[in-house]
Every structure is written in structure tokens, then in C-alpha cells.
């Protein structure tokens, strides 16, 4: 199974990620979902393969949630759903699938999980922080 991931290029946490795991090894099927949307049946099999629920994955930071109504605890997942799909920005990212799981990547070093193996040598986030040490293993 090849890795997927739902990808944002303008977010940094998914830059990072796709970055990583190209740097596995790994040619991943990229989608950007906020050019082609989301379908109904595909957040929902997304979502229970994550252990995610709506609220949960809801993006609620540079998003239209808050001014949607949706951070009131009274909105229910139909509704946080619904809004998904009409606004796909609303969906936290990224999201990656591989033959290990599904996850939300957040943050990025989260991807480590799901690879078959780990970037050889160093490697850093976007921001220096760093991930792997020059003998191969994670940092932190």
C-alpha cells in the first residue's frame, strides 16, 4: 500500500510531513483536498480509521469555524460535518494513510509512526526544530 496524504502546501505541519516522508523512501499519493473537496463517505472512513470525530478534527484556527457557529458545544457532528464538506479548509491537516493506520499528523513527527522506515541520517523541521539525530533515530 502506497502512503496518501491530504495535503495543504500552505501549511507548514504538512510541508514538514510530506517532507519526511519523501525523505523515507516513500513517493506519496498526494491529495490537495482543498482544491478538490471532500466527499461525505470519505471523512467518514477517514475519520473512524483516525479515531477522529468531527469536533475533533475540526480545524478551528485560520478557519471559518468560529464564525460558522461551530465551536459552540451544543453543534453536533452532522452539522460540523456538513460544514466540512462545504468548506474543506475546516478539516484539520494533514492527514496520512499508510498499511500501518491513519492519522492526523499534528505535530508532524506524528507521520513517524505510519513509515515502513525512517529518513536515513539528520533532518529537521522547517523550523530547525529537530527530528532524527545523524545516526537515524528520533529526536525527542
Known sequence: MSI??????????????LAIIEASGEM??????????????????????AGLTPRSALRTTKSPAEELGLLDPSVDDDTILAAMLKHPVL?????VCSSKGVQLCRPSE????????????????????PLIDAEGNRVG
Not at 496518501?4 to 510531513?17: A, K, L
Not at 483536498?33 to 471532500?38: A, C, D, H
Not at 506524528?110 to 526544530?129: F, H, I, Q, W, Y
Request: glycine share 6%.
Open 91 to 95: 478539516v484539520n491537516r494533514p492527514i
Open 110 to 129: 506524528t507521520v513517524l509512526n505510519l513509515l515502513d522506515r525512517l529518513p536515513p541520517g539528520a533532518m529537521s523541521k522547517e523550523d530547525g526544530t
Open 28 to 49: 506519496p499519493v498526494v491529495i490537495e483536498y482543498l482544491k478538490i473537496g471532500w466527499t461525505r463517505p470519505q471523512l467518514l472512513a477517514l475519520f473512524a480509521a
Open 4 to 17: 496518501v496524504i491530504h495535503h495543504n502546501p500552505d501549511c507548514g505541519t504538512s510541508r514538514n510531513v
